[in-house]
């Protein structure tokens, strides 16, 4: 397949070809399929033809990595938002009795509410 850019037809860079030809048709994902990802290159075309390879698969990386860095970040403010949730979200706690005082506690609260009940004045 000749390239359809510059029409180099060294056939060792027919895979680069195809992936200049779906460029040139603005065809991204036949692109892909045809490996733009991939280290493919034609020694023998144009240094514009290579250049326009090379730009695609660069800004096409970059696009990728992007999409990554913005999947992390709402993954991330999603844990954040759920951990921020979690600690504002109050404890249910089970509806037990009052744990009962000892009795020498109980007798010494007695004594010192009698006192305090002893000096007000009503």
């Given amino acids: 397949m000749p390239c359809t850019v510059c029409g180099c037809v060294d056939p060792r860079?027919?895979?680069?070809h195809r992936i200049v030809d779906a460029l040139r048709v603005d065809d991204v994902d036949r692109?892909?399929?045809a490996g733009l990802l991939g280290a493919i290159?034609?020694?023998?075309?144009?240094?514009?033809?290579?250049a326009l390879l090379a730009n695609a698969r660069?800004?096409?990386?970059?696009?990728?990595?992007?999409r990554e860095r913005f999947r992390a970040r709402n993954?991330?403010?999603e844990r954040r938002r759920a951990e921020r949730d979690a600690r504002r979200t109050p404890v249910a706690t089970p509806d037990v009795a009052k744990p009962t005082l000892p009795p020498a506690a109980a007798a010494a609260?007695?004594?010192a509410k009698a006192r305090a009940a002893q000096?007000?004045?009503?």
Avoid: I, Q, Y
Wanted: proline share 6%; net charge neutral; hydrophobic share 40%.
């Fill in 13 to 16: 860079g027919e895979a680069a």
């Fill in 119 to 122: 000096r007000k004045p009503e």
């Fill in 41 to 50: 290159e034609c020694d023998a075309c144009r240094p514009a033809c290579s």
């Fill in 75 to 77: 993954a991330r403010l």
């Fill in 31 to 33: 692109a892909l399929d």
């Fill in 109 to 111: 609260l007695a004594r």
């Fill in 58 to 66: 660069d800004a096409r990386r970059a696009a990728l990595d992007a």
